[in-house]
């Protein structure tokens, strides 16, 4: 086992290797990390639900009442009627005949993919997306096409070329996880008629954070019918964890035939999915939570645009905070931690050369007050290093 010596070493040298923060306290808008208090600028907890009274009552009866864990997978001992109860409740939520719960995002991307295509098929996959979603081209032996990020008409140019296949999936984030910005869906679904191609898009960032009823991107582009295959997780803005898929009844069925990562998994216990069911409850209930997120997001970025620096996107509560070299990010988020501030560096390979950026997410419970402490730290620490001016 000496590679694995090698392998570490050669990680730390190349400025490769990761290290995890540990948190200490929930994923509040103030929260301590490494043993420090700071303000909390990177979870993609939006609405603030994992720390809800009626997700925490609701996962605690949970446990009362069924126990810790689920005891098999969904098509043997583990299907609760909870599980059912929540898969209806994402149907209504999103406006299709059917949902399935998987036991994470990363499960429904793979899982989903994999049932879907294999050898006879292609994939359309846009560059920037979330590694479940190339993992799953990759373990479904499709021929996978990666197009330029959002860039339709070179999108086109390739399914032109694509002849001979038996299926076309086009496959992309509605919200990039990195950038912020949304899929160009209309002009996808355009596309995905013309060449008769399936459309799966990815909500992990857009589920409970866009569209008028906060149901996730397509909501927000007024396609609800349109796009086939809608994909989404439960551990963002839902505040528990699980992902799911919401389609029609006959693509629901086929999935929980085929999707072998829903299959042969033993299913989320009753707690979780009874804080997910409680949490499609409160953001009904409570609209104004989104709306408070967007505003603080607003809120910091126009903050941050007035101090000199550069968004990347505007268009979610994910903020790209581009600072260009990759070094000089490493210690933008080092600076900012050091004042109280704890917001992720991400380099190459994450995201391209000379993009490097500090990747900011603020929460509808973030205070004013957290906000405008957060701008006088990043204030601070752009001025020491440069970046603004
Ligand atoms: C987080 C994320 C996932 C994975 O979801 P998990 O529930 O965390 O496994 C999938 N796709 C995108 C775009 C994500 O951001």
């Given at each position: ?43 993609n907890n939006?609405?603030?639900?994992t ?52 036991n994470t995002g990363y499960?429904a ?95 992990a960032?857009?589920t ?24 989404g997780t439960l551990s963002k803005a839902i505040g528990s964890a699980g992902g799911y ?27 979780v999915?009874?804080a997910a ?113």
């Amino acid at each position: 086992m000496e590679f694995l010596k090698k392998e570490l070493s050669n990680l730390i040298q190349h400025n490769l290797y990761r290290r995890m923060n540990t948190m200490n306290d929930s994923q509040t808008s103030r929260t301590i990390v490494n043993g420090k208090k700071c303000i909390l600028l990177s979870s993609n907890n939006y609405l603030g639900l994992t720390g809800h009274p009626e997700l925490i009552s609701a996962a605690k009866d949970a446990i009362s009442l069924w126990g810790t864990g689920a005891g098999g997978s969904r098509l043997t001992t583990g299907n609760f009627r909870l599980h059912e109860e929540l898969e209806e409740a994402i149907a209504h939520f999103k406006n299709t005949e059917s949902a399935v719960v998987f036991n994470t995002g990363y499960m429904a991307n793979i899982g989903t993919i994999t049932a879907l295509t294999g050898k006879e098929d292609i994939i359309f996959s846009d560059e920037l997306n979330h590694a479940s979603i190339i993992d799953g081209c990759r373990l479904s032996r499709a021929k996978t096409v990666i197009y330029p990020h959002k860039k339709i008409g070179a999108l086109e140019k390739l399914l032109q070329q694509a002849s001979g296949y038996r299926r076309i999936l086009i496959v992309t984030d509605g919200v990039f996880s990195m950038d912020g910005d949304l899929a160009p869906l209309p002009r996808l679904v355009e596309l995905s008629e013309k060449y008769n191609a399936l459309l799966m898009v990815d909500d992990a960032h857009a589920t409970g954070v866009l569209g008028d009823r906060g149901a996730g991107s397509v909501n927000h582009f007024g396609l609800e019918g349109k796009i086939s295959i809608q994909m989404g997780t439960l551990s963002k803005a839902i505040g528990s964890a699980g992902g799911y898929v919401a389609g029609s009844r006959d693509l629901i069925d086929y999935l929980r035939n085929k999707a072998r990562s829903f299959i042969f998994s033993t299913s989320l216990p009753p707690s979780v999915i009874a804080a997910a069911l409680a949490a499609l409850r409160v953001m009904q209930k409570n609209p104004q939570l989104r709306e408070k997120l967007h505003l603080n997001a607003q809120y910091l970025r126009s903050g941050l645009k007035q101090m000199g620096f550069t968004i990347l996107a505007e268009e979610s509560p994910v903020i790209p905070v581009l600072i260009g070299d990759a070094d000089k990010t490493v210690q933008m988020a080092q600076h900012l931690f050091d004042l109280g501030v704890f917001a992720p560096g991400i380099r190459p390979p994450t995201v391209p050369q000379g993009t490097s950026r500090v990747r900011v997410t603020v929460m509808a419970t973030h205070t004013r007050d957290d906000l405008d402490q957060a701008l006088a730290a990043f204030e601070q620490a752009g001025q020491m290093l440069g970046i603004i001016q």
